[in-house]
């Protein structure tokens, strides 16, 4: 199993930064890829970006230039560095990760609730 904590989310301006960090815990050596999601109000969770076991990375057109993933394996930490952001981006922030069996986004972290005001 893999336990996943995030923390660093909060109230921000409109054009402000947060940096959102994931800390993992337990089979960690299984991971391979990890990735945030957000959860808008009245919307369904979706990927904003991702990072492979060999960096590469992916980022949803709505964030691209504007949000940063990176990953401290030392650490068994994933970072998310948000900036320029937009009321749009308000939500709740999931660090996840796949199971390496079946690909499947099965490991969740509590979520963590970035409010971005106008």
């Known amino acids: 199993q893999v336990q996943l904590v995030e923390s660093g989310g909060g109230l921000v301006q409109a054009g402000g930064s947060l940096r959102l960090s994931c800390s993992a815990s337990?089979?960690?050596?299984?991971?391979?890829?990890m990735g945030w999601y957000r959860q808008a109000p009245g919307k369904e969770r979706e990927l904003l970006a991702a990072i492979a076991s060999d960096g590469a990375t992916y980022y949803d057109d709505s964030v691209k230039g504007r949000f940063t993933i990176s990953r401290d394996k030392a650490k068994n930490t994933l970072y998310l560095q948000m900036n320029s952001l937009k009321p749009e981006d308000t939500g709740i922030f999931y660090c996840?990760?796949?199971?390496?069996?079946?690909?499947?986004?099965?490991?969740w972290g509590q979520g963590t609730q970035v409010t971005v005001s106008s």
């Open positions: 996840a990760a796949p199971d390496p069996r079946t690909g499947s986004w099965d490991y």
């Open positions: 337990g089979s960690i050596f299984s991971i391979n890829g």
